[in-house]
């Protein structure tokens, strides 16, 4: 006894692997996914210096869920101003005399909240003294205690590195 028609059974087999098919484009489309473990992608060429993160919204809000209630929208708005605020990510070597030429957050975080799992910040630098720059700080741990390591990739004048950093150590010397 079959419990569906042949008919039916070929919708219920199209229905499932539609789903497996959006699960899985799904996943492809956020990244890579773990709370409290986002990954910078920073290169120095020249004067320029560029940092990419990409980062579970958990990690710096305490939930990656549109707010619930006046606390978690207080903290979504908190967050919005500390990404106008780029040394509040990263700290170049003083010395380098990095000024910051762009900041883009994608995408924009509005008061009805992520639909996404990651935060992408793209900032780009000009070093005045490259060859001065000898340390990255990541200040991105100091206000959002939910952020555990940052998986670095690194390339440089003398060569690439891939590290983790953590709060404990939130710098990489070159």
Same mark, same amino acid.
């Given at each position: 006894m079959h419990l569906f028609s042949p008919h039916r059974a070929a919708v219920v087999r199209a229905c499932v692997l539609a789903c497996l098919t959006a699960a899985t484009c799904s996943v492809h489309?956020?990244?890579?996914?773990?709370? !409290?473990? !986002?990954?910078?992608?920073?290169?120095?060429?020249?004067?320029? %210096?560029? @940092? $990419?993160?990409?980062?579970? %919204?958990? +990690? %710096? %809000?305490?939930?990656?869920? =549109? =707010? *619930?209630?006046?606390? *978690?929208?207080?903290?979504? /708005? @908190?967050?919005? $101003?500390?990404?106008?605020?780029?040394?509040?990510?990263?700290?170049?070597? @003083?010395? @380098? *005399?990095?000024?910051?030429?762009? +900041?883009?957050?994608? =995408?924009?975080?509005?008061?009805? !909240? =992520?639909?996404?799992?990651?935060?992408? #910040?793209? #900032?780009?630098? /000009?070093?005045e003294q490259p060859d001065e720059l000898q340390s990255i700080s990541f200040t991105a741990f100091e206000g959002h205690p939910g952020l555990k390591q940052l998986r670095l990739q690194w390339k440089g004048p003398k060569g690439r590195k891939t590290v983790t950093v953590r709060p404990r150590f939130p710098a990489v010397v070159f």
């Open positions: 489309a956020h990244g890579n996914h773990t709370h !409290g473990h !986002g990954t910078v992608r920073m290169q120095a060429d020249g004067t320029l %210096l560029t @940092a $990419e993160f990409d980062l579970p %919204l958990e +990690s %710096l %809000l305490g939930f990656d869920h =549109p =707010p *619930q209630g006046a606390d *978690q929208l207080t903290v979504l /708005r @908190a967050l919005r $101003e500390r990404l106008k605020q780029p040394e509040r990510f990263i700290a170049p070597t @003083a010395g @380098a *005399q990095c000024v910051v030429t762009a +900041s883009q957050v994608s =995408p924009e975080l509005t008061d009805q !909240g =992520p639909e996404i799992e990651n935060l992408r #910040l793209r #900032l780009s630098y /000009r070093c």
